[in-house]
């Protein structure tokens, strides 16, 4: 029986650099707890551009289609800002997101006790947070058509339509029901429907989906409010379930309530392959941080973190997946920071394979 395969596309700035320490918690647990992977390597954004003049070569595009996960750093920096549209960094990630239909981003908003403290919010209300927010990746606003520019009388308008299907807003709605029916059972489905016809069905669809999971409790909340709930009360949430364009500022509202984008991994998960396995990508939430590429400074936990969503969910390895955030937990309760952590007190940040080094010495003390 051959190995999971893992496609690694480690992209642009800090991307090889957290990717390298990825690298080795793989090599560990080949060595360590027979768990063994096929791993491949290619390029995406701005290094695939270097190498062949778009952001995501056809090959690449093909093997990220049949491997089990793809794992992917991060994409883009200003030696790119004056390509065309077009061919940006960004574009790359976009085509695998919509050739693989990885309809359902998970993004998960937990406070480590240990980092309770970083959060601009008063500790007792982040302290112990657990928030997943379920996207919709595929369709919305992002990918609705007509769009673009276009002159009208003596003007231009810039145009983008906001659009959903019922199967679309159907099987992002599953996806949270089936991850809440793991956690605690609540979801919370946040739209616009007081002034959109599209969240008005978003409402409707959701709310039937529902009714296949009596044990889950549904709510709905415009987006607007769901925001400033966010940043109110936001441990009243379990499962966050909405749109594309909506998910895409709810979540990085979510994720500063935990102190720092180093620390927040991604999944996005597609319809099942032929072995039963969703096609997914996984990737952490901060982007290519040029500015402190190539220095060692990076915070590679986020996607440390983002490996160990792909051992829960692709390769149903929650025991392992744990193991890995625990590993992180200690190291974290022990006082290990990189650059981005530093709290007041100041101190010594570690580098970035420093960091490394500990998470795999706190997994070694785990066996």
Known sequence: MSNPSILILPGDGIGPEVMDQVVRVIDWYGAKRDLAFDVSTDLVGGAAYDAHGVPLHDDTMAKAQEVDAVLLGAVGGPKYDDLDFSVKPERGLLRLRKEMDLYSNLRPAQCFDALADFSS?????????????VRELTS?????EPRGIIEE????????????????????????????????KKVCSMEKANVME???????????????????????????????????????????????LFGDILSDCA????????????ASLGAPMANGRPKAMYEPVHGSAP??????????????LSFAMALRYSFDQGEEAARLESAIEKVLADGARTGDLM???????????????AILAALDASL
């Open 121 to 133: 919010l008063k500790k007792d209300i982040v302290a112990g947070l657990d928030i997943m927010i």
């Open 140 to 144: 919305g606003v992002y990918f609705g």
């Open 153 to 184: 009388g003596n003007e231009r308008v810039g145009i983008n339509t906001q659009r959903y299907t019922e199967s679309e807003i159907e099987r992002a709605a599953r996806s949270a029901f089936e991850l809440a029916m793991r956690r605690n």
């Open 198 to 244: 599209s969240g008005i069905l978003w409402r409707e669809v959701v709310t039937k989906v529902g009714e296949d999971y009596p044990e889950v409790e549904l709510s709905h909340m415009y987006a607007d409010n769901g925001a400033m709930q966010l940043v109110r009360a936001p441990k009243q949430f379990d499962v966050i379930v909405t749109d594309n």
């Open 255 to 266: 994720a500063m309530l935990t102190g720092s984008l180093g620390m927040l991994p991604s």
């Open 291 to 304: 500015d402190i590429a190539g220095q060692g400074k990076a915070n590679p936990i986020a996607c440390m």
């Open 343 to 357: 709290g007041p007190e100041g101190g010594t940040p570690l580098s970035t394979a420093e960091m490394g080094d």
